[in-house]
Nanobody
Framework: QVQLVESGGGLVQAGGSLRLSCAAS????????MGWFRQAPGKEREFVAA????????NYADSVKGRFTISRDNAKKTVYLQMNSLKPEDTAVYYC????????????????????WGQGTQVTVSS
């Protein structure tokens, strides 16, 4: 079992930046594909970004392409989400998710594909 703890959320003005972190504990982090999802009030949880066991495998929602970057540091057991040029519509609770896998190059985009979830961190972008 792996535990995931997100941090780095907060209040930022439109056009600003934040970096979210997701620290993992438990089993071998390097064997996990990781993802970020978000959920705004009254909306379903939606995919934001994903990264495979190989950091060269990434996937992004169209709404964040070119603005957000997902990365991982296996030595620190941490996955990051660098968010630039933030917009009010990025306001949501952001969740980190993990899935143990034998495959190096799969970046999973469906919530149902993940086994482990963090508690979430609030990101609020003011206009």
């Amino acid at each position: 079992q792996v535990q995931l703890v997100e941090s780095g959320g907060g209040l930022v003005q439109a056009g600003g930046s934040l970096r979210l972190s997701c620290a993992a504990s438990g089993r071998t982090f390097s064997s996990y594909a990781m993802g970020w999802f978000r959920q705004a009030p009254g909306k379903e949880r939606e995919f934001v970004a994903a990264i495979g066991r190989s950091a060269s495998s990434t996937n992004y929602a169209d709404s964040v392409k070119g603005r957000f970057t997902i990365s991982r540091d296996n030595a620190k057991k941490t996955v990051y989400l660098q968010m630039n040029s933030l917009k009010p519509e990025d306001t949501a609770v952001y969740y980190c998710a993990g899935k143990g896998t034998m495959h190096y190059y799969i970046a999973l985009i469906q919530p149902r594909d993940y086994d482990y979830w963090g508690q979430g961190t609030q990101v609020t972008v003011s206009s």
